[in-house]
């Protein structure tokens, strides 16, 4: 079945460049011309993925992306004109799952977003599939659910989180440095920055703290990182 993406865009130069793109390789597109379309459309009838833009008038990506994971995980993947750092790590700590600076590549665009896709409905590519439960402590994965939970309490996880976690949990004694992470829960064909993988464990961090788990995943400092205890 043929996945489908929102892409909200102010620019409708860009929405098209990316839907040609999309459609090219097989994919259903709608279109948004702002924030707040983008977030009405996506109530109404939601899609596998959205391309946020950040910078939108009505509502901006971010904003929008806030609004989203009150109800919804879909995979989110920003748009921005400027390649700012507080702008990809505030993205990305939000809930963001990847992050584009324009001028882009449509080719490298639908790569990316092939790679998201293939994390919310796949174990990532190093992993042999699993059909049970992975236990660690109090921390429990259903890899063929998609979930996650400490001390019975479930916790949401965007697709990349829930790969980077899903890695560190088939391998607990394993310090993982910041390129494994890399090449594992992105597949391999997308290189992000060390920032951006620091966001990612931070977040994954935040979500167990409000469970009660303080301490998931542990630094390594001049390494990487590990599973903790989860007791």
Request: negative net charge; hydrophobic residues 40%.
């Given at each position: 079945m043929n996945k489908h993406?929102?892409?909200?865009?102010?620019?409708?130069?860009?929405?098209?460049?990316?839907?040609?793109?999309?459609?090219?390789?097989?994919?259903?597109?709608?279109?948004?011309?702002?924030?707040?379309?983008?977030?009405?459309?996506?109530?109404?009838?939601?899609?596998?993925?959205?391309?946020?833009?950040?910078?939108?008038?009505?509502?901006?990506?971010?904003?929008?992306?806030?609004?989203?994971?009150?109800?919804?995980?879909?995979?989110?993947?920003?748009?921005?004109?400027?390649d700012d750092e507080i702008d990809r790590i505030l993205g990305l700590e939000i809930g963001g799952d990847d992050y584009v600076t324009k001028p882009f590549s449509p080719r490298e665009l639908v790569a990316r977003i092939n790679v998201i896709l293939k994390r919310t409905q796949a174990l990532p590519r190093a992993a042999e599939p699993a059909a049970g439960e992975l236990r660690h402590g109090r921390l429990s994965i259903q890899p063929e659910q998609h979930s996650a939970s400490w001390n019975a309490q479930a916790i949401s996880l965007t697709a990349t989180e829930f790969a980077m976690l899903q890695m560190f949990v088939r391998q607990p004694a394993r310090v993982f440095s910041r390129d494994s992470i890399m090449n594992s829960a992105y597949d391999g064909n997308v290189y992000v920055s060390d920032r951006t993988?620091?966001?990612?464990?931070?977040?994954?961090?935040?979500?167990?703290?409000?469970?009660?788990?303080?301490?998931?995943?542990?630094?390594?400092?001049?390494?990487?990182y590990k599973l903790a205890s989860c007791q």
């Open positions: 993406i929102l892409i909200a865009d102010d620019d409708p130069h860009i929405r098209d460049v990316i839907s040609f793109a999309l459609e090219k390789a097989n994919m259903q597109v709608t279109q948004a011309e702002d924030g707040r379309q983008a977030l009405e459309l996506f109530r109404t009838h939601p899609t596998d993925l959205i391309v946020l833009d950040i910078n939108m008038p009505e509502l901006d990506g971010l904003e929008v992306c806030r609004e989203i994971r009150k109800f919804s995980e879909a995979p989110i993947l920003f748009l921005s004109s400027r993988i620091d966001s990612h464990i931070r977040h994954i961090r935040q979500k167990f703290a409000e469970t009660g788990c303080d301490n998931v995943i542990e630094t390594v400092h001049g390494v990487g």
